[in-house]
Each structure stands twice: as structure tokens, then as C-alpha cells.
């Protein structure tokens, strides 16, 4: 079972940046898709970003041209670079190795003044 952690949650400042990290148990390049999905109280997750082997990867509306996803497969790690944050981009950050369906426990992101 891949086991996922996710790390580099804070408080930031609105038009402020974030960078936040996931540790895969596997190794990365036996993993064809990672994804990042961030939740607030009440709502479902939300899609935030893809990155497939082959380095192709894909964003949800509302982050397309702020948020850059990476993998580093030398390093076993996913990261989700954050730009220009917003408010409405406050939430618990999960990790997500898609066709295992693993989940990490999360990150808290909060962007407020």
C-alpha cells in the first residue's frame, strides 16, 4: 500500500506563495498518477492538480496559470508550488496516488490578512 505524507502547510498572506511537498513509500516512477485535492469544512474535495509518469499534467480551473505541480522522481516526492494565493484557496491539501487510491492525512493551508 503507497503511503503518502504531505508537508509545507501554513498561514500565508493574500498574493503570497506556498510550497507544499508529498513523500511517496513507493517508488515514484512506478506510479503512474499523483494528484493534489484540497477540502473545506463542509464540501467535497476539489481537484487542484495532476501530474502523470510521462510528465503530463493537468489543473482545475480555478488554479490554472497559479499553482505548478512537479514531481521529482529522484527524490520520491510530488510538490504543488502556490503563486498569487487567494482566500478562496484555503483548505486541507491531500495528496492522492490516483489508481492505487492512496490518500495522505492532509495539509492545512490558510490565506488570510
Known amino acids: 500500500q503507497v503511503q503518502l505524507v504531505e508537508s509545507g502547510g501554513d498561514l500565508v498572506h493574500p498574493g503570497g506563495s506556498l510550497t507544499l511537498s508529498c513523500a511517496v513509500s513507493?517508488?515514484?516512477?512506478?506510479?503512474?498518477?499523483l494528484a493534489w485535492f484540497r477540502q473545506t469544512p463542509g464540501n467535497e474535495r476539489e481537484f487542484v492538480a495532476q501530474?502523470?509518469?510521462?510528465?503530463?499534467?493537468d489543473y482545475g480551473s480555478s488554479v490554472l496559470g497559479r499553482f505548478i505541480i512537479f514531481r521529482h522522481d529522484a527524490e520520491n516526492k510530488m510538490t504543488l508550488e502556490m503563486n498569487r494565493l487567494v482566500p478562496e484557496d484555503t483548505g486541507v491539501y491531500y495528496c492522492?496516488?490516483?489508481?492505487?487510491?492512496?490518500w495522505g492525512r492532509g495539509t492545512q493551508v490558510t490565506v488570510s490578512s
Open positions: 492522492n496516488a490516483v489508481l492505487e487510491a492512496a
Open positions: 513507493e517508488r515514484i516512477k512506478l506510479i503512474e498518477a
Open positions: 501530474i502523470n509518469r510521462d510528465g503530463n499534467a
